[in-house]
C-alpha cells in the first residue's frame, strides 16, 4: 500500500484545509493516510518565536486569513476565524494521539477542525472536546483521563520528537515512506502524486 | 485585459520558477503580466531578519533547496545550487527597472534568473550582468550607468515602498487589479485563475 503520513498541529489554520480533504485526494490514487498529530509549539520555540508567526509578522499575518478565507471557499469549506488564535492545542493533540491506535483519529480530527476553523470555536479545554468526542460516540471522560495520563502525554511528545527528526517545520506536512518533505496544504496533490508513483 | 502583478526579488529562489512560468501559464489565460522588481531587503529588515529566513531556520532551508530541486525537475526547468545564497539583488533589481519602461524586463528577468538557479552563476555584480545584457543586444555599459544613476535607484526603492503598501512579505507574490494578493510560486494558477475570473 502506497502511504504518506499527515503532520498535523491543531492550531495550525491551514492543516483544517488539508485535514478536510487529505483522505479524498490520497484515496483517489490509491494512496493510505497515516494521521500524526504533533506541537508546532517546541519547534517554533526552538527558532524563537514564543508566538505564531502570523501574529508576530502582521502582513504575513493578514495575508493568512485572506488566503484561508479564499481556499475554503474554493474548496466549499465552511471557514469562521476564532476570538483567540492560536489556540492551545495541547489537549486536542493529546487526545488525537490515542485516536490513532484505536481507529478514530481521522474523525476526531476532521471534527475538531471543523468546530474550530469551521464554526469559529474553542477547542482548548476539555470542556470544548466533549461534544466532540460524545458526537462520535467515544467515552469522552475515559479519553480525556487517559489523553492526560503520563502514557498519553508522551506520545504526543513522541510523535513532536519524531516530527522533528523528519526535517517537519510547520504544518501541515507530509512525509512519505522514501524519506520526502513537503510542507503546506497546498502541497497536499504533490505529496500524493509523489507517494502514488514512488512510494509503495 | 485582465492582468497580475508579478513581484519579485532576484535572490528569491523561487521566484526563478515563477519567472519562468509566468508568461506560459498567464497567456493561456489571456491574463498580460507586469513584470515588478523589488527588494526583500527592506522587507526582513524590518521583521528584525538580517539574512534569508532559508539561513536562519536551517530545517525550512534544508527543505528549501530539496522543495526548489523537486519542483525544478517537474517543470523541466534546470537547477543548480548556486554557491552563495543569497546573492546580492541589488544591482539586478535595478536594471531589471530599467527595462520595464523599455520593453526588455521580462527577457533581462529570465535570463538572470536562469543563470543563478539554472547554472549556479553569480548575478550580484556588473560584470555578471554584462554578458546577460549583452546577449538580449542590449547596450550594458549604457544600462549599467543609468541604472546605478539617481533615477534608476529611485525605481527598485519605489518599486519596494509599492510592495509593502501592497502587503507584500515575501517573493514572489502577484497581486490583482481587485486587489488580492497571493503569496508563492505554487500560487501562480491560482492567481491567474482569478484574474481570468473577477479582473478586466
Redo the contacts between chains.
Keep these: 500500500m502506497k502511504q504518506i503520513t499527515f503532520w498535523y498541529d491543531f492550531a495550525s489554520t491551514y492543516s483544517y484545509l488539508a485535514a478536510l480533504r487529505v483522505e479524498e485526494v490520497a484515496s483517489q490514487h490509491g494512496v493510505e493516510v497515516t494521521w500524526q498529530p504533533f506541537l508546532l509549539g517546541p519547534i517554533f520555540g526552538a ?1 524563537g518565536w514564543t508566538d505564531s508567526p502570523f501574529n508576530i ?1 502582521e ?2 499575518g ?2 493568512m486569513w ?2 484561508m478565507a ?1 481556499l475554503a471557499e474554493s474548496f466549499r469549506l465552511p471557514f469562521k476565524r476564532p476570538d483567540t488564535f492560536p489556540q492551545n492545542s495541547l489537549l486536542a493533540g493529546r487526545v488525537a494521539c490515542l485516536g490513532q491506535s484505536e481507529g478514530w483519529v481521522a474523525d476526531f480530527t476532521r471534527a475538531a477542525y471543523a468546530a474550530q476553523f469551521g464554526e469559529g470555536r474553542s477547542i482548548a479545554t476539555a470542556d470544548d472536546l466533549v461534544p466532540l468526542l460524545t458526537g462520535l460516540d467515544l467515552d469522552a471522560a475515559d479519553i480525556l483521563a487517559r489523553a492526560t495520563a503520563p502514557d498519553g502525554k508522551m506520545a504526543l511528545r513522541q510523535s513532536t520528537d519524531a516530527a ?1 527528526a523528519a ?4 504544518a501541515p506536512s507530509f512525509t512519505t515512506a522514501d524519506g ?5 496544504s ?2 497536499l496533490e504533490q505529496v500524493v502524486a509523489w507517494a502514488a508513483t514512488h512510494g509503495g
Design positions: 527558532q509578522y502582513a504575513k493578514k495575508y485572506r488566503d479564499r522533528i526535517g517537519v517545520f510547520g520526502e518533505l513537503f510542507w503546506g497546498d502541497r
